[in-house]
């Protein structure tokens, strides 16, 4: 079956633009996270959605970073006014099980490279 | 602050050595702790992940030694291959299936 799928792979925007990240997650997935990773290194939490609510936004850097998940299955991550700080890739994660209640293996998307100029 | 630190940052290991990868944490409150493989423009994989109540678990060529008290845990990739060449990254939750907290990666090169 399919994977975890994010579109678009590749983003370059102007530093003041808004852009929007979409992930597909697989099909039936309670769980989805959104990940942040810089050059060089690990990824970082931004976000989590149990279906369509948003539990846990702990990790998003600023108010110009907004994600939703409205039917419990696409999700978008949309960043306002980007700024160069904003380059990365950006990764989300799907999981069958409910955070706290499960050890469930969070299977990753291939990622959206953000590029800010 | 760092909760996950992870060393070393590359390694290079010939075809048929023994790769190790060591990985550190802070808060005792981690009970899940996964080892992650990726690829350059891929994302991260599951590898292995152990539970703090088991101080080994072995998949294949891959291990994972857990030492609670000094709150270390390593990978240990035997007989490597060069398809194994790749970035490691260990990661912990709390509780299960929650957000992962990543360490800053290892870059592997297995040279043939």
């Known amino acids: 079956g399919a994977g975890v799928s994010q579109s678009p792979r590749y983003k370059v925007a102007k530093r003041g633009q808004d852009v929007a990240l979409r992930c597909d997650p697989i099909s039936g997935h309670v769980s989805l996270f959104w990940y942040q990773q810089a050059l060089g290194q690990g990824p970082e939490f931004l976000t989590y959605?149990?279906?369509?609510?948003?539990?846990?936004k702990s990790g998003l850097p600023s108010d110009r970073f907004f994600a939703e998940r409205p039917e419990g299955s696409v999700s978008t991550l949309k960043i306002q006014r980007t700024q160069q700080e904003d380059s990365a890739v950006y990764l989300c994660?799907?999981?069958?099980?409910?955070?706290?209640?499960?050890?469930?293996?969070?299977?990753f998307g291939p990622g959206t490279r953000l590029t800010v100029l | 602050q760092q909760q996950v630190k992870q060393s070393p940052q590359s390694l290079i290991v010939q075809k048929g050595g023994i790769s190790i990868i060591n990985c550190a944490y802070e808060?005792?409150?981690?009970?899940?702790f996964p080892w992650y493989q990726q690829f350059p423009g891929k994302g991260p994989a599951l590898l292995i992940a152990i539970r703090p109540d088991v101080s080994e678990k072995k998949e294949g060529r891959f291990t994972i030694s857990f030492n609670k008290s000094a709150k270390q845990f390593s990978l240990h990739i035997m007989d490597s291959q060069p398809g194994d060449s790749a970035t490691y990254f260990c990661a912990a939750s709390f509780y299960a299936g929650n957000m992962l907290t990543f360490g800053g990666g290892t870059r592997l090169m297995v040279k043939p």
């Open positions: 994660a799907s999981s069958s099980g409910v955070a706290g209640f499960s050890y469930n293996e969070q299977f």
């Open positions: 959605f149990q279906n369509e609510a948003q539990l846990d």
């Open positions: 808060n005792t409150a981690f009970d899940y």
